[in-house]
C-alpha cells in the first residue's frame, strides 16, 4: 500500500509539472506570437494556436506514466491549457482584426477626402471616388451599418470641397457646391450633407463673396484716371451704400482695398 500510494504521489506530482510547464511554455509561446504577428498577419491566429497546441500537448504529456488513468487524467488537464490558450487566441485575433480595419478605413477616407478636396469641381470623378470608397468600405465591413460612417465622411467631404473653392476664390462654384442649382428647385447642394456644420461652412462662403465682389467693385474704381483721388473713389462707395445696392460688409470690404 505505502509503495502504491508513493507511485500515486509521484504521478499526481508529475502530472501538475507537466500542465505547469505546458502552461509556462503556452504564455512564452503567445508572447512571441503576438510579437511577429499583428494586424492582418495575425488572421491565422486561431488555427496556428491549434496546431501548436495539438504539438506541444503530446510532446509534454510523452514523459508522464503510460496507463489509462494517467492518461486520462492528462487529457483533462491539458485539455483545460488548450482551452484558454483557444480562448485568448480567438480574442487576439479578433482584436488585430480590428485594428487592421480601422487602419486601412482611415487610409481610405484619407485618400477619398483627399481627392474630393483636390476635384472640387469636378463631378464626374467626385462621385467615382464617393462609389468608389462605399464599394471598398462596404467591403471591409460587409456585416456593419456605416449609415453613419458615410453621413460624417459625406459631411467631411462637403467641407473639403467646399473649402478648396475657397481656397481658389472660386466663389460662384462654392455657392453652386453650397445651395446648388438655382434652376433646379429639387438641388439643393451640400446644405442637407452638411448638416449641422451648415451655418459655419456657410459664414466663411458669405465672407468670400463678400471679398470677391468687394475686390471686383474697387478693382472698376481703381481703373478711373489717376486724377480721380482715394476721396472720390470712397465717395463712390458712399453713393453705392446710400442707394442700398450692395451689403454693407461689401461697401466696408471695398474701402479696405483702396485704403
Given at each position: 500500500?505505502?509503495?502504491?500510494k508513493?507511485?500515486?504521489?509521484?504521478?499526481a506530482?508529475d502530472?501538475?509539472?507537466?500542465?505547469?510547464?505546458?502552461?509556462?511554455?503556452?504564455?512564452?509561446?503567445?508572447?512571441?506570437y503576438k510579437?511577429?504577428h499583428e494586424?492582418?498577419?495575425?488572421?491565422?491566429?486561431?488555427?496556428?494556436?491549434?496546431?501548436?497546441?495539438?504539438?506541444?500537448s503530446?510532446?509534454?504529456?510523452?514523459?508522464?506514466?503510460?496507463?489509462?488513468?494517467?492518461?486520462?487524467?492528462?487529457?483533462?488537464?491539458?485539455?483545460?491549457?488548450?482551452?484558454?490558450?483557444?480562448?485568448?487566441?480567438?480574442?487576439?485575433?479578433?482584436?488585430?482584426?480590428?485594428?487592421f480595419?480601422?487602419?486601412?478605413?482611415?487610409?481610405?477616407?484619407?485618400?477619398?477626402l483627399?481627392?474630393a478636396?483636390?476635384?472640387?469641381?469636378?463631378?464626374?470623378?467626385l462621385?467615382?471616388?464617393?462609389?468608389t470608397?462605399?464599394?471598398?468600405?462596404?467591403?471591409?465591413?460587409?456585416?456593419?451599418?456605416?449609415?453613419?460612417?458615410f453621413?460624417?465622411?459625406?459631411?467631411?467631404?462637403?467641407t473639403?470641397?467646399?473649402q478648396s473653392?475657397?481656397?481658389?476664390?472660386?466663389?460662384?462654384?462654392?455657392?453652386l457646391?453650397l445651395?446648388?442649382?438655382?434652376?433646379?428647385?429639387?438641388?439643393?447642394?451640400?446644405?442637407s450633407?452638411?448638416?449641422?456644420?451648415?451655418?459655419?461652412?456657410?459664414?466663411?462662403?458669405?465672407?468670400?463673396?463678400?471679398d470677391?465682389?468687394?475686390?471686383?467693385?474697387?478693382?472698376?474704381?481703381?481703373?478711373?484716371?489717376?486724377?480721380?483721388?482715394?476721396?472720390?473713389?470712397?465717395?463712390?462707395?458712399?453713393?453705392?451704400?446710400?442707394?442700398?445696392?450692395?451689403?454693407?460688409?461689401?461697401?466696408?470690404?471695398?474701402?479696405?482695398?483702396?485704403?
Amino acid at each position: 500500500d505505502t509503495l502504491l500510494k508513493e507511485e500515486e504521489q509521484k504521478q499526481a506530482t508529475d502530472l501538475v509539472n507537466a500542465q505547469n510547464d505546458y502552461s509556462t511554455a503556452t504564455l512564452e509561446y503567445e508572447n512571441k506570437y503576438k510579437l511577429e504577428h499583428e494586424g492582418q498577419d495575425a488572421r491565422n491566429t486561431v488555427a496556428d494556436y491549434e496546431a501548436w497546441h495539438k504539438e506541444k500537448s503530446a510532446e509534454y504529456g510523452a514523459g508522464l506514466p503510460d496507463n489509462p488513468r494517467m492518461t486520462a487524467m492528462w487529457a483533462k488537464s491539458s485539455s483545460q491549457v488548450a482551452f484558454g490558450g483557444a480562448s485568448r487566441g480567438t480574442q487576439y485575433s479578433y482584436q488585430q482584426e480590428q485594428v487592421f480595419k480601422k487602419d486601412e478605413s482611415g487610409k481610405m477616407t484619407t485618400l477619398y477626402l483627399r481627392q474630393a478636396a483636390m476635384n472640387y469641381d469636378k463631378p464626374d470623378v467626385l462621385n467615382r471616388a464617393t462609389a468608389t470608397w462605399k464599394t471598398k468600405m462596404q467591403a471591409l465591413y460587409p456585416d456593419r451599418d456605416l449609415t453613419a460612417v458615410f453621413a460624417d465622411t459625406e459631411k467631411k467631404m462637403a467641407t473639403a470641397t467646399i473649402q478648396s473653392g475657397i481656397h481658389e476664390r472660386d466663389i460662384d462654384y462654392v455657392e453652386l457646391l453650397l445651395y446648388g442649382n438655382p434652376d433646379d428647385p429639387k438641388d439643393k447642394g451640400y446644405q442637407s450633407i452638411l448638416a449641422d456644420a451648415f451655418p459655419a461652412v456657410q459664414g466663411r462662403v458669405k465672407d468670400l463673396r463678400v471679398d470677391v465682389d468687394a475686390k471686383n467693385y474697387t478693382d472698376e474704381i481703381a481703373t478711373m484716371p489717376d486724377l480721380i483721388s482715394k476721396e472720390d473713389k470712397n465717395a463712390v462707395l458712399d453713393k453705392m451704400a446710400k442707394g442700398d445696392r450692395y451689403e454693407q460688409d461689401t461697401i466696408k470690404a471695398g474701402r479696405q482695398y483702396i485704403s
